[in-house]
């Protein structure tokens, strides 16, 4: 299964997911890049009609009976992004949100490009940040031209007009709703000034406003794509070489064809599919094969060896991804080092939606029905399975039943495709969980060595190795020249603390047998980590308050220092606990936000663990909606909590051992008190929020466990060490 | 041929006896509510009610469902409770990708019918099998709390 090419350069693409990612850089950098996206630009030319392809038109239609239909250029996975860009396009269009509809957008680099990601994708928390100037600025645009063609028709100056509800208002009374002016409108120069409101002047931005996606989601009515039918399609299921890179050698399907309901059986060149009525009778039929595998030359490969690896790999000096003064000398001269090795483990994604995808291939065409973080990845690797050109696929994106990363990645598209191209009926490719778990892209484990230098009280400074797969890598093909992984470097390259001499290091370690993928909190989660829990221990060697401590070190940082302190008072820092019990706590800014988390726990017995608090702030700038916001950073810690605490994927005999969630268990209701998310009030730009409580809460968490019990982690998942949560 | 009765209506199935009932729902009479997540009886999202119990679907037999009264997540809304836990979510805004969330209602709901002052050990007894990737399980305690405390 290649995968398709991308269409921007690699150079350009690697810029853009380096920024993608967002640390500090990104309050610099926004501006000027959203201002010279594809997507912006394509607000200037447009028209305002129903038809129009182009312009703001590639967000904004209004239609004849002067319903707004907003074409998303983000996909809606739960994150709340539908909701935020709706209120982005209604606040400046002065239309309410119930008389906004909004539609995925199809696959097109050129209108719906990602600023940061720099190709059309969700994912990186980028889509607030990216949208922000641009989704106005479509909403205002359209406004302006409504007000001009009832201005015109009136033969009044627009200056006495003004908008409200999908009604322009005119002198003396005059009015005219949306859809009446739709077609004059159209007709209009597009303007080139268009003045965005003040914050102050918000009607709908900062409000808590119902979410536009999910009434039909608590009925049953929403259709997911595991969900959907066309007609005459059939399911399909597939058994893919339990070994990444094996092969299909031959199968014995005579069983399988007799199971009732079983249509097809189809080989691929590393998976066999079985085609059936339903889903049930696929598994029937899949369980009566008689496959021989070649199991290829990852067969041997356990995870042992490839953890031996990385702790080899951390300690070479590999490639330098940061250097500020002389790190080398410090350790020399110090009075004291401290050294400190971290590991997090490989974790898959398991959204409760397996990996699953409608396609319907015709000779001439081909119709995907699926929910994809990248639509035009997808339309590329249909054309490229099936031979078509690209603009005969067509992509109907759908709601997402969860994906954390999963769903930047389209090898199940790419499957569902080639099993497609086998038959002339379309199917519905639905991956068993196991399926899913043993065949997905895993988040990298890495291993970091970190030495700190000190001069009496004082940290001089640190060398960081840190040693893992490149995600960055897999996904673009290559990395830079440098070689350096932006991605895994990232947050630990600009740590918050105040040192003169640091050096971070990247070294490339690719494992054996077990692809690798985006994750939740991508390169910030895992360099937070690291450094929250390194500075964590750099305090309690100095016997100093962890919060004090951070506090004294982050000199120039009042947006982290703000968060910090505001957690430390909502957390009620100060007050002491009990023995046996502890607070934990971690700061960091990631996608353009500060966030500050702490865990409060006690410790029952040796090894039981009961959390009791979990309290997080956040500042992300300008809040679009602050439900959505406070509950991204609810969901995302509990997320990262329960990888943290449980999740490893581990390979025996070049196999995933972890097949479904008896054996890679997730944090339940009954386990977890809620969490207390505080917003720092804020009028700088949106940083990101999806990914942020996710990056935060490992450190919090490790951190509470040694002050509870005195105990020191420094490898992933807790459960390794024994730990169980009561 | 197995005759079911779900949400009130009669109907007739000619599947083998051991084809889960989430099957039969989803594949055979197209009642896509009611979710696939693990099949082993390990993530709740397929949770229905059977007289009134919510049970997983994905390991029930189909021949283990006649003769017993099936309620699933399209008609849940026509129950006083199911109303009200359908209210209370939006309320709360609780939902986030919302896949897991069809389950979490018909385990709210049988809870709340059987024991409508639940507290919350009651509610983490009842919820603890159903599980939320996006782990919205903050709101989906202050919702039912909201509800059992009307």
């Not at chain 1, 209009?188 to 918000?202: A, I």
């Not at chain 1, 007050?575 to 966030?595: D, E, I, K, M, W």
């Not at chain 1, 968490?701 to 992933?716: D, I, K, P, T, W």
């Amino acid at each position: 299964m290649e995968k398709p090419r991308f269409k921007s350069s690699r150079r350009r693409f690697l810029q853009g997911s380096t920024l993608a990612m967002g640390g500090l850089v990104l309050s610099t950098w926004l501006p000027p890049l959203i201002a010279r996206s594809a997507a912006a630009d394509a607000v200037a030319p447009g028209r305002l009609g129903e038809q129009s392809p182009t312009g703001y038109g590639a967000f904004v239609r209004v239609g004849h009976d002067g319903r707004v239909t907003v074409i998303s250029p983000k996909i809606e996975m739960g994150q709340g992004t539908h909701t935020g860009i709706a209120m982005m396009v209604a606040e400046e269009l002065e239309v309410s949100l119930d008389q906004v509809e909004v539609v995925d957008a199809p696959p097109n680099h050129k209108l719906y490009s990602d600023a940061l990601l720099e190709f059309q994708g969700t994912g990186g928390s980028t889509a607030t940040r990216v949208t922000w100037e641009p989704l106005r600025q479509a909403g205002a645009t359209a406004r302006i031209l409504l007000i001009q063609a009832a201005a015109l028709g009136w033969k009044v100056a627009p200056s006495q007009c003004h908008a409200e509800n999908a009604v322009v208002f005119g002198p003396n009374g005059l009015r005219a709703g949306y859809g009446e002016l739709v077609d004059a409108a159209s007709a209009l120069p597009v303007p080139t000034d268009v003045p965005l409101k003040k914050p102050e002047q918000f009607k709908l931005i900062g409000k808590p406003l119902q979410r536009v996606d999910t009434p039909n989601k608590v009925n049953g009515k929403t259709k997911f794509t595991i969900d959907l039918s066309v007609p005459d399609m059939q399911i399909a299921s597939t058994l893919t070489c339990p070994v990444h890179g094996g092969t299909l050698r031959s199968v014995d399907d005579s069983a399988a064809r007799k199971v009732p309901g079983v249509r097809d059986v189809v080989k691929l060149d590393n998976a066999v599919a079985v085609i059936a009525s339903n889903y049930w009778a696929c598994q029937q039929g899949l369980n009566a094969l008689k496959i021989d595998w070649d199991l290829g030359a990852n067969a041997s490969i356990n995870s042992a060896e490839l953890e031996q690896a990385l702790q080899d790999a951390s300690s070479r000096d590999g490639v330098i991804a940061h250097k500020t003064g002389d790190i080398s000398a410090s350790l020399k001269s110090a009075s004291s080092q401290f050294e400190a090795v971290y590991e997090q483990a490989f974790l898959s994604h398991s959204p409760l939606e397996p990996m699953t995808c409608v396609v319907h291939v015709r000779p001439d065409a081909c119709d995907l029905w699926v929910g994809t973080q990248v639509p035009v990845f997808a339309q590329q690797t249909a054309a490229q399975v099936t031979g078509l050109a690209p603009e005969t696929i067509t992509v109907h994106n759908q709601l997402i039943g969860g994906a954390f990363g999963r769903r930047l990645d389209f090898d199940f598209i790419t499957q569902a495709v080639a099993i497609a191209k086998q038959v002339s009926y379309p199917i519905k490719l639905i991956w068993s969980r196991e399926e899913d778990m043993t065949h997905d892209m895993y988040r990298p484990h890495y291993v970091d060595r970190i030495t700190a230098a000190f001069e009496g009280d004082k940290l001089l400074g640190w060398q960081h190795r840190i040693a893992g797969a490149s995600v960055l890598a897999r996904y673009a093909g290559s990395l830079p020249e440098n070689g350096v992984d932006a991605d895994a470097v990232e947050v630990a390259i600009e740590p918050l603390y105040a040192m003169d001499n640091l050096q971070v290091h990247y070294i490339r370690e690719e494992p054996k047998a077990i692809p690798v993928s985006w994750w939740r909190g991508v390169g910030p989660l895992r360099s937070t980590y690291v450094l929250e829990s390194f500075i964590d221990e750099l305090a309690h060697n100095a016997k100093a308050d962890p919060l004090e401590y951070r506090l004294k070190l982050m000199q120039g940082q009042p947006r982290a220092q703000a968060v910090l302190k505001m957690l430390a008072e909502k957390a009620d820092w100060k007050t002491p606990l009990p023995a046996g019990q502890g607070r934990g706590l971690s700061v960091s800014a990631v996608f353009g936000s500060f966030v500050a988390s702490m865990v409060e726990l006690e410790m029952q017995g040796d090894k039981g663990v009961r959390i009791k608090r979990l309290v997080s702030v956040i500042d992300c700038g300008l809040v679009t909606n602050p439900t959505s916001v406070m509950a991204q950073i609810e969901g995302g810690t509990l997320f990262g909590l329960s990888a943290a605490f449980f999740n490893e994927i581990l390979l025996e005999q070049g196999q995933v051992q972890q097949t479904n969630f008896h054996n890679y268990r997730q944090i339940r209701i009954s386990e977890v008190p809620g969490v207390e998310v505080h917003l720092m009030p804020s009028l700088e730009l949106p940083g990101g929020v999806g990914e942020a409580g996710t990056a935060l809460i490992a450190p919090a968490l490790v951190n509470a466990l040694h002050a509870a019990s005195g105990e020191r982690v420094r490898r992933l998942p807790l459960t390794r060490a024994g730990y169980y949560i009561v | 041929m197995h005759t079911l009765s779900i949400n009130g209506n009669e109907q007739q199935v000619d599947v083998p006896g051991d084809m889960p009932l989430l099957w039969v729902l989803r594949d055979v009479l197209g009642m896509t509510g009611t979710k696939f997540g693990c099949g082993i009886a390990q993530c709740g999202v397929c949770t229905v009610h059977l007289d009134g119990k919510a049970v997983r679907s994905c390991v029930l037999p189909i021949s283990s469902a006649v003769g017993h009264e099936i309620s699933t997540i399209e008609a849940i809304g026509e129950t006083e409770v199911g109303q009200k836990v359908q209210a209370s979510w939006l309320e709360h805004e609780v939902v986030q990708c919302g896949y897991c969330q069809s389950g979490q209602i018909m385990s709210a709901v049988a809870l709340l019918e059987k024991q409508p002052d639940a507290d919350d050990a009651a509610i983490d007894a009842a919820m603890a099998g159903n599980l939320c990737r996006c782990a919205t399980y903050t709101r989906i305690r202050a919702a039912i709390k909201s509800v059992s405390q009307a």
